[in-house]
């Protein structure tokens, strides 16, 4: 069901309601009204005839018109005898006599419908010259039942036609206004994943529809953009993933050609294939790594470790792959964090393997971390080639190497520092790099150190 029905259907029921309800109030008021108008004719009336009767008491004739004449058209008196004998009847009420009981409900304003009329009357039982007679007020109310009437069949017309009115107009007032959703709904349609550059078109005055629109146009944007890093992602993956095993293929080849009698080709090239092997298996454990942080499935196992012995570990390790460069670690406090151990040190690798890269023999690399209030920084420092400052925005990300040629020489997929990054991300914290060409870098990562009790 359409959702301008629902919201014209909604709003004809709730207008029948509050007209219905409204009706009935007006109706039911008004017939109190002329009941109530009734009823103090009838009651002012036999007061006047009674005093009438009291002050006139000997000479009074029962049957004397003047003495009971109302002067009001839809107004009457009957005279009864105890007998029930009609002595005196009104004009207009002398069709009514022995209509209702005359001895009934003495002074007591009553209500009744017979033979399709609409009366109010009252009793009174007077004495005359020692004889009981008994007064009996009718009130006609027929005219006013006959205005209740049409005044009801004016308003069932009156309402019916207004509701229909209003539901036309709030139907098409509706349509108008949720016109916008159709055209999102079509555009929706529209796009694909080949064609996620549709965008809504965002028209008129700031309002809902619009502020819709444009949060849609903001996810397409995002999708997008995501889109685009996925595919770059694994079309770079898929590249250097290429070339390895290009190179495997080659000794294969050369395997099958030469190298099953000559044992020196053998050896050379199951020692090639295996490098190759286990290249290609620290890539994938990288792209695994990063495709999980993109997913945000990665699992911190969060401990409280000593930071100092895993920075010394670290820079030990190594100083035994390289002799040639001078590696400090200069923590003077003990430092206690709340991290993923394995993660950390992780981090602390991709950042000292870049140094030791990147920095000539005999260059320095300095470890330093100091904690203060409830953050610890974390600084690695080198003296080694420098980052260009126009690539220093660029670094973080997957797969980029500054200057291919400077790279070409240090073995690398420009992924440790994106890595490094997405550790320093999911521990919530962040790093600065400051960086000389010639002169050296430094990295200083702030992790955020609150140990839980
Ligand atoms: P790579 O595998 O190429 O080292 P990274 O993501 O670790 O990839 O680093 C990205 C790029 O940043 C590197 O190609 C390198 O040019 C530059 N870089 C990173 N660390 C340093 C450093 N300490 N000194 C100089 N250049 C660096």
Not at 262 to 279: C, F, N, T, Y
Not at 417 to 444: P, Q, W
């Amino acid at each position: 069901m359409k959702i301008s029905f629902k919201i014209a259907f909604t709003y004809a029921i709730l207008l029948c309601a509050v007209l219905i309800t409204l009706s009935a109030f007006v109706l039911l008021g008004i017939r109190y009204y002329l009941i109530q108008q009734a009823i103090s004719q009838v009651r002012s009336q036999a007061d006047t005839v009674i005093k009438r009767v009291k002050y006139e008491h000997y000479k009074v004739a029962l049957n004397d018109s003047d003495l009971f004449d109302t002067g009001l058209y839809n107004i009457g008196i009957i005279v009864y005898s105890s007998r029930g004998k009609v002595f005196y009847s009104s004009d207009n009420v002398s069709k009514d006599a022995h209509l209702i009981p005359f001895n009934k409900n003495i002074n007591l304003i009553s209500k009744t419908e017979v033979d399709e009329k609409h009366l109010v009357y009252l009793n009174k039982k007077i004495q005359v010259n020692k004889s009981t007679y008994y007064i009996q007020i009718i009130r006609n109310m027929d005219n006013e039942y006959d205005f209740i009437k049409a005044l009801f069949v004016v308003m069932v017309l009156a309402n019916g036609a207004g509701v229909l009115v209003s539901v036309f107009i709030g139907f098409m007032a509706t349509k108008r206004v949720v016109r916008p959703i159709d055209y999102i709904i079509k555009k929706v349609k529209e796009i694909s994943v080949t064609g996620l550059n549709t965008r809504l078109e965002i028209q008129g005055p700031e309002d809902e529809f619009t502020r819709l629109a444009r949060t849609f146009n903001n996810m397409l944007d995002r999708i997008q953009d995501s889109f685009k890093k996925q595919e770059r992602f694994v079309s770079d993956a898929s590249h250097e993933l290429r070339t390895p095993i290009a190179a495997i293929k080659g000794y294969v080849d050369m395997l099958d050609r030469w190298g099953k009698e000559d044992k020196e080709v053998l050896q050379e090239s199951i020692d090639a294939i295996r490098g190759l092997v286990d290249d290609m298996s620290a890539l994938t454990e990288r792209l695994l790594f990063l495709a999980k942080s993109d997913n945000g499935i990665i699992n911190l196992e969060k401990e409280r470790f000593l930071l100092n012995d895993v920075i010394k570990g670290v820079a030990q390790h190594y100083r035994m792959l390289s002799k040639e460069h001078i590696i400090e670690v200069n923590c003077r406090d003990d430092i206690y964090i709340w991290a993923d151990k394995n993660l950390i040190k992780e981090m602390l690798r991709a950042f000292i393997d870049n140094s030791i890269k990147y920095t000539q023999p005999g260059g320095k690399i300095t470890l330093q971390a100091l904690a203060k209030d409830d953050k610890v920084k974390i600084e690695i420092r080198d003296t080694g080639i420098g980052i260009p400052e126009k690539d220093i925005p660029f670094i973080f990300e997957r797969f980029y190497r500054v200057d291919k040629s400077r790279s070409k020489e240090h073995k690398g997929w420009g992924l440790g520092l994106s890595i490094a990054k997405r550790i320093i991300d999911s521990h919530d914290g962040s790093i600065n790099v400051e960086s000389k060409v010639g002169e050296g870098t430094t990295f200083v990562i702030d992790l955020p150190n609150i140990i839980p009790n």
